[in-house]
């Protein structure tokens, strides 16, 4: 057992207006603390869209829950003549402690680099926040065999130049884009091989310190009925929900894997 706090983060995607929002949040907290969840055995985070973020903030801060939220992506600039972006400043300021970045949907609709990708997570790093770096492979990748070379690719362009320390400091998501939101969950050993891979990655570039600290967690059709399997494999420290993560009954049941 590692000592690593086992993270459970919900990407709500596009989806949930500010009173939809409010809605989960609340009904997310109540059914956590009706089964007496405890926050120190699993992190609990949502991930709404940009518009939902400030609608959190009131709930969680009102009520002292132990939910913490983020954002899905962000600017790598700090300022100016950027239309449609949003910086890193304004998620802080907004309590946020968590950013995704290089999420498939992102690198394939907006044809986010990993070199991109690398700066939106330092920029996320040196604001103060947590940054969650995801990577997968698409299908033909994982049908050619070389999924975990391309996967370790994705983060080491990514990370290029990062001190072990900072790198120790972040979240890893693997997310093989084959089994995102299609119901078509990788195994908990396709999942295993390629988070233990990741780790041993880390451990062969940054150290054993850095390998034993950076969480590592598995995002695609996860849901109530595989998270315990998931969190059974020694390096997946939790999981990047998307559909699960939309109803308060099962992403509640999903932080309460350990129980
Ligand atoms: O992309 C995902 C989370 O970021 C996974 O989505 P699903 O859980 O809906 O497959």
Redesign the pocket.
């Known amino acids: 057992m590692s000592n690593r706090t086992p993270l459970m983060a919900g990407?709500w995607k596009m989806n949930l207006d500010h009173l939809e929002a409010n809605h989960l949040v609340q009904g997310l907290a109540l059914e956590l603390k009706d089964h007496g969840h405890d926050y120190s055995k699993c992190e609990v985070l949502v991930i709404p869209p940009f518009t939902d973020i400030r609608t959190v903030q009131t709930i969680v801060e009102a009520d002292e829950l132990g939910i913490k939220y983020g954002a899905q992506d962000v600017s790598v600039h700090d300022n100016g003549a950027y239309t449609g972006e949003v910086s890193t400043a304004m998620l802080t300021r907004l309590g946020c402690s968590y950013v995704v970045m290089g999420?498939s949907e992102r690198r394939e609709y907006h044809n986010e680099s990993d070199e991109l990708v690398g700066a939106k997570a330092r920029k996320v790093l040196d604001a103060g926040m947590t940054p969650i770096l995801c990577c997968g492979e698409a299908l033909e990748v994982r049908k050619a065999g070389t999924h975990v070379d391309f996967v370790l690719g994705q983060i080491r362009a990514a990370l290029k130049g990062w001190s072990a320390e900072d790198v120790a400091k972040i979240v890893i998501a693997y997310?093989p884009i084959w089994?995102?939101?299609t119901g078509e969950t990788a195994t908990a050993d396709d999942a295993q091989e390629v988070c233990g891979a990741i780790r041993a990655a880390l451990l062969e570039d940054y150290g054993q310190a850095t390998a034993e600290a950076t969480r590592v967690l598995y995002?695609?059709?996860?849901k109530p009925g595989n998270i315990k399997e998931l969190m059974a494999q020694a390096d997946i420290d939790g999981a990047?929900?998307?559909?699960?993560s939309l109803k308060a009954d099962s992403f509640a049941e999903m932080c309460r894997f350990y129980a």
Do not use: V
């Open positions: 990407n999420h997310e089994a995102i939101g995002g695609g059709s996860a990047l929900i998307g559909g699960a």
